[in-house]
Nanobody, 126 residues
Framework: QLQLVESGGGSVQPGESLRLSCTVSGFSLRAYAIGWFRQAPGKKRESVACISNRDESTEYGDSVNGRATISRDTSKNMVYLQMNSLKPEDTGVYYC???????????????????WGQGTRVTVSS
């Protein structure tokens, strides 16, 4: 059974950093691409970052480009999202998700991933 569990969320001040973790089970990170998405209160879900299962190529959402880094550790079956220079508008619930189809940045931007975790909340406030 495919399962994704996020952790690492919390409350931080603007300008600080946070690293989110996604622990996957039931499949190998070499099989499926993993993406991070977020949803702010009252807003639509948006794409944050994704990493290819084949060659670890990455894509980033426009709102976090330059401030976020996605990485993975296949030995631990974990995917990380490092977020720097956090802003209040980064507040939201962050989800990791797996895409069962071949890695496709378009599917990432359209948020067409199939399996989702429950999310971890990030609050950026002074």
């Amino acid at each position: 059974q495919l399962q994704l569990v996020e952790s690492g969320g919390g409350s931080v001040q603007p300008g600080e950093s946070l690293r989110l973790s996604c622990t996957v089970s039931g499949f190998s990170l070499r099989a499926y691409a993993i993406g991070w998405f977020r949803q702010a209160p009252g807003k639509k879900r948006e794409s944050v970052a994704c990493i290819s299962n084949r060659d670890e190529s990455t894509e980033y959402g426009d709102s976090v480009n330059g401030r976020a880094t996605i990485s993975r550790d296949t030995s631990k079956n974990m995917v990380y999202l490092q977020m720097n220079s956090l802003k209040p508008e980064d507040t939201g619930v962050y989800y990791c998700a797996a895409d069962l189809l071949p890695f496709d940045p378009v599917r990432f931007r359209r948020i067409e991933y199939e399996y989702w975790g429950q999310g971890t909340r990030v609050t950026v406030s002074s």
